[in-house]
């Protein structure tokens, strides 16, 4: 599949994943490689850190605005808060919305209906995508358990408020997430025991409670091979014509294991994972010069593009019922 | 001057709160540190939150609960390790039918739809209710120390503000109003709360305010006891005898949050007692640059694919240290300890005496 298909099969994005995985990185580099491919993106951050801006060398953090990140790619942060406060002016309460949000009231209202936050916040996404606010939208969704929260908002609310505007609303995003053709789901993880196990259940949980189309997983952080590392330093020294400080040999060994074992406990991971989760799996490389900023950014934008180049065309595959737990 | 180690903590303090982002190994860390103390003879209650699942079973924890279990009863260590896994709903539960005048009233609110979305839904509830707990088992003479874990929520030190934004919540005044319809009193209710509440029972149905009027008048008499009890846990935070383990990996995003956090504790007039960097690569005792001279100098050659990766390892190991420097220099007076990149999960409490092992090797270690 090339990069521009495989964005084209839905305008939505939702990336997800455990916390610590990577997933704001993710976000950075799909909106990055989109936009490669000649298609405009808006990335959304839904838990605003600052990680997103940083990715693209921007130093201040996203605000309600959307911003132009990098060529063809925007950004903007969206909270639960912005999306109240937005729904309240569209209802006609403007002026009195950030006070009612500062008096507590909200509050009440809020735990009183489950999911209403999360159904304000997807409901601004869904709006977002019939306006066609840009070819391809990244939502950079909660962390860890949160996302399911996030994701089965819909359902929960549909079950508790039987009508009114909510409603309508929490049917519009079902109807979204339901729906492979505009939105889809992007799992991350690290090829690490935890958060495999965690990637698994999350998927299964929004399969089946969701209706969720989940797109390829990304396994992030991959160290990138070496051959070689097998050999004996002195060995090779020898065979290199040199000499060897003295403690060189044993250090040059003990970095070598150390890489070897990694790798190998990542492939353990990885395989695992595929046995669990018969999704096809993005990969993507460990960088060890330096934190992510643009340069980096399009590094991983283009692995992510050449592992998805290994994904067959066709509709996402369904996961075996009743497998996985 | 010499900051007290992680050592000096679990012997001498009676509540250690891990607090840090999420996926950095707060709960690992919790449950060395309970071991560690158990080790040197005090008898120590972690109480963890949400555990990765083997992690759970390590502990011997296999589901929610409001009660202590004590591990492994043989002698393994001079001390006690007991563990608990945090019920919010129970332990909640728990402080309504303590607060309650009557069954009567404890039986209204716990039925209340309101009331039993508020554990899912109220944010910093867990933050609140992990306080509370550690408040009663700070009080319960079976233990000496109380290891916390805290909720892995972006803003994970949500439990400073939980008791006050819990009060507040109680205490709202649009729904106190509403429960005495007077006439005085609805003259009382601003233009702005009426609007507000008509469009509410517009957009979410009229239910959601009569669930909460009915919770409301449930809950009418136990303000001042819930109040009450919330400044005692905001009281033991800034006890001395509390002492709080920012918990971090050496990464940007994580570092940034432990900035964050820190900073937050520092304004509740608290501060870090020890910082510990989780996952942090070796260095080979390389630097990247001469490493990666060699590896080109060698090109073609065996020896090159091993600088290559020297080189590799040491710049991450740089990358790492810096960010060390950066959040070691901002909790000042903290003892920094660093914890290797381990290769497996921790899996069974060997796991975590080796992890204890390391949290306690050294207080000043590698800042």
Redesign the interface.
Known sequence: MDPAGFCRQARVFIVAG????GK?TVSAALARMAATAGLTSLVVEV?P???LA?AFGRAEPLGYDPVELAPGVHGRALTADDALVEY?QD???GR?SR??LS???V??????????KDILVLGKVKALERSAAADVIVVDA????HAVRFLTSAAGLLDA??????RAQAEDVAGLLGDPDRCQVLLVTLA????V??VVETAYTLEDRVGVTLAPVVVNGLYPG????E?D?E???R??G?HLRP?EAA??????A??R??AH?QAEQVARLADALPLPQLRLP?L????VGPPELDVLAGHLAAEIGTVAVGPPPELPADAGR | MSSPGLADLVAEKSVVICCG????GKTTTAGALGIAAAGSGRRACVVTI?P???LADALGLDELSDTPRRIDDGDRWPGELWALMLDTRSTFDALISRYAESPEQAQGILSN??YR??T???SGTQEYMAMEKLYELHQDDRFDLVVVDTP?S?NALDFLDAPRRLG??LD????RILMTPTRAYLKAVSV??Q??LR??S????AD??A??VAFFRAFEGMEQGFRDRAQAVEALLSDETVAFALVV?P????V??GLFFAAKLADSGLSVDALVINRAH?A???SPGPDRARAAS?AG??????????A??A??AE?ERRHIATVAADVDGASVVTVP?L???VHDIAGLEEIAALLLADGEGSG
């Open positions: 455990k916390g610590g995985v704001t838990e850190s600052g990680g940083a309240l209802h006609g309460m009195l006070r009612l008096s507590g009231a509050d009440v209202v809020a735990t009183a209906t489950p999911g209403i909660p962390a860890a358990g408020v039987r009508s009114g505007p909510i690490e025991e935890t958060p196990n965690e070496v051959d070689g590392l050999v330093p060995e090779a020294a065979a290199a040199t403690g250090s040059l060994a003990q970095a070598a150390f890489r074992s990694r406990l460990l060890f010069s330096a934190e | 982002p999420g996926g950095v949400d990765a699942k083997r739809r309101l979305n508020i899912g839904a109220l892995p972006r507040r919540f709202n005044r649009v729904f702005a709360t609007t507000f469009t509410v517009k957009v979410v149905g959601v305010i669930d909460a990996t990464r940007r995003d994580a940034a949050e070796p080979f005792g390389a060698l050659t065996p020896l090159a694919p091993l600088y290559a990766n020297r590799d390892l710049e991450l990358r990149f290769a497996d999960d």
